[in-house]
């Protein structure tokens, strides 16, 4: 399974788009990159998933680089309540291990 | 609505008991997971489990056991709980075959041992 690298922390302001990368260049062909969220105390949520092309649902943008070495979450108009720690993880099979790194803090700054 | 329930979402033990975290998911999912996340360190994987019955070694198994013998049901027992496992334990489950979906996680279990 890739490693993936992320930012400790990043600020953004309120009705601002979030834009938080992550770099996972030993990704193979066929690992997915999901994106998840942590508000404080609660579990860990899913956001959004990708392969190769970008996605979009009700909750965020997922970029993949062309060379699927990289990706950007796009939290198009943040919100406080998107304060959390994301994130970034590049998973295949069911045999993989679902590795959490320490992921991205954002504040979102009033 | 989708939901993994655990059973306890604050537990205080003594150093030497042994302590049972229990996880319900309601989605028929077949994997399940166990994972324990501390201050700086991110959340960790001590167990998994793909089928009943079946279980798989996380990165940090040591000092910990579990049990799948439903498919809804994932338990994780600490045998002689320590003061270093005083933690939060959260739980999740997925349900795509051949190729691990979205993780649903329950609301997590704060354990302290004294």
């Known amino acids: 399974d890739a490693k993936t690298t992320q930012p400790t922390s990043m600020d953004c302001a309120e009705g601002r788009a979030a834009n938080l990368p992550c770099n996972h260049s030993t990704i193979s062909g066929n690992e997915y990159v999901y994106w998840y969220r942590q508000i404080h105390s609660q579990g860990p949520q899913y956001i959004i998933h990708?392969?190769?092309n970008n996605e979009t649902n009700e909750m965020a943008s997922l970029i993949i680089t062309e060379d699927r070495k990289s990706s950007t979450l796009i939290l198009p108009h943040a919100t406080l309540r998107d304060t959390a720690v994301y994130y970034c993880?590049?998973?295949?099979?069911?045999?993989?291990?679902?590795?959490f790194g320490k992921g991205t803090r954002l504040h979102i700054l009033p | 609505d989708v939901k993994v329930t655990q059973s306890s979402r604050y537990l205080v033990k003594r150093t030497g008991e042994k302590v049972f975290l229990e996880c319900v998911q309601d989605m028929d999912h077949e994997n399940m997971f166990w994972y324990r996340q501390d201050p700086g360190l991110g959340l960790r994987l001590i167990y998994f489990s793909y089928d009943v019955k079946m279980k798989e070694k996380g990165d940090i198994p040591e000092g910990y056991s579990v049990s799948r013998e439903k498919k809804e049901r994932f338990s994780l027992i600490l045998e002689s709980a320590s003061t270093n496992q005083t933690s939060m334990y959260l739980c999740a489950s997925s349900g795509l075959a051949g190729l691990t979906g979205e993780l649903f996680f329950g609301e997590g279990s704060r354990l302290t041992v004294l």
């Open positions: 993880i590049a998973n295949m099979n069911r045999d993989d291990k679902i590795i």
């Open positions: 990708g392969l190769k």
